[in-house]
């Protein structure tokens, strides 16, 4: 089963101490205490995942993972295997982070095989895709999102194992946003692909991100084939963040 709407994943990338994590996990343990209509998740970096678990207490937010490496175990120094980060505690992996794909030159075959490596483990593999500002100028947008999304996505892929976050890389961290009638096409779209390739595309969840914030997370997270937000910048305080989860309710 798909997870429930809104699905609000919070990316904390390289930042926070122990100290920041575990006040920012507790102040959200404590709001989701009372149970989530929808899906609340931290993506914390990988070695305070054991800790972040038990922060997280038995709260019913998710605990992710920000990366893993396409085979379950070898000689890869430095990297981390999904079945070892399950074993830490994510029930899911962000792949294909525009970040990873643009510092660690991921390509797309690079990150179908993380996300299968991901699903293998037993984790939600959250697949990220997005644009470059100059193919967003150039207006090939739809056209790098199907090749991505066509790359990216593994065969065995389910609403139920896969969740599709469209982050167009100009938009992270900047403070800028596509309009509204931007990212209702590109979801439109992927949409669109999704069901002409999976008998439950219909049930994937999409998620948008780049600078989704307290402020505009009401009106982007009603667009039309919006099931929720990846949110990297504004997830690192529990009230901003827990903001966005609620403007996602209802609808
Ligand atoms: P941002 O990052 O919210 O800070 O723009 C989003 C992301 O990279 O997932």
């Known amino acids: 089963m798909a997870l429930a709407r809104p ?20 102040a959200l343990a404590a709001k989701a205490a009372s149970g989530l209509e929808g899906t609340l998740g ?35 120094t430095g990297d981390l295997a999904a079945p070892m980060l399950v074993e830490a505690g994510a029930k899911a992996i962000i792949v294909g982070h525009s970040e ?33 500002e100059a193919e967003y100028v150039a207006g090939e947008t739809l056209q790098r999102l199907e090749a991505q999304l066509a790359g990216s996505v593994p ?9 599709v976050a469209y982050e167009p890389v100009w938009a992270i961290g900047t403070g800028r946003t596509p309009t509204n009638a931007e990212i209702t096409a590109a979801h439109g779209f992927l949409r669109e692909q999704l069901v002409a390739r999976f008998a439950d595309g219909a049930d994937f969840r999409l998620l948008y991100g780049g600078s989704v914030k307290a402020s505009n997370a009401q009106e982007i997270l009603h667009l039309a084939n919006v099931d929720g ?20 309710l209802g609808g």
């Open 7 to 26: 699905v609000v994943f919070g990316n904390w990338k390289m930042n926070g101490s122990a100290a920041d994590g575990e006040a920012l996990c507790r």
């Open 42 to 76: 931290v993506f914390p970096p990988a070695v305070l995942l054991p800790r972040a678990g038990a922060w997280l207490d038995a709260s019913p937010v998710l605990l992710g993972a920000q990366d893993c490496h396409g085979e379950a175990k070898g000689a890869f």
């Open 100 to 132: 990873r794909r643009q510092y660690h030159d991921e390509s797309d075959a690079t990150v179908r095989g993380k996300a299968e490596a991901a699903i293998a483990a037993g984790a939600i593999a959250v697949i990220c895709i997005g644009e470059t």
């Open 155 to 163: 065969d065995l892929a389910t609403a139920a194992t896969v969740v």
């Open 229 to 248: 937000a990846l949110v990297g910048g504004a997830s690192l305080e529990a009230d901003g963040f827990w903001t966005i989860y609620e403007a996602g």
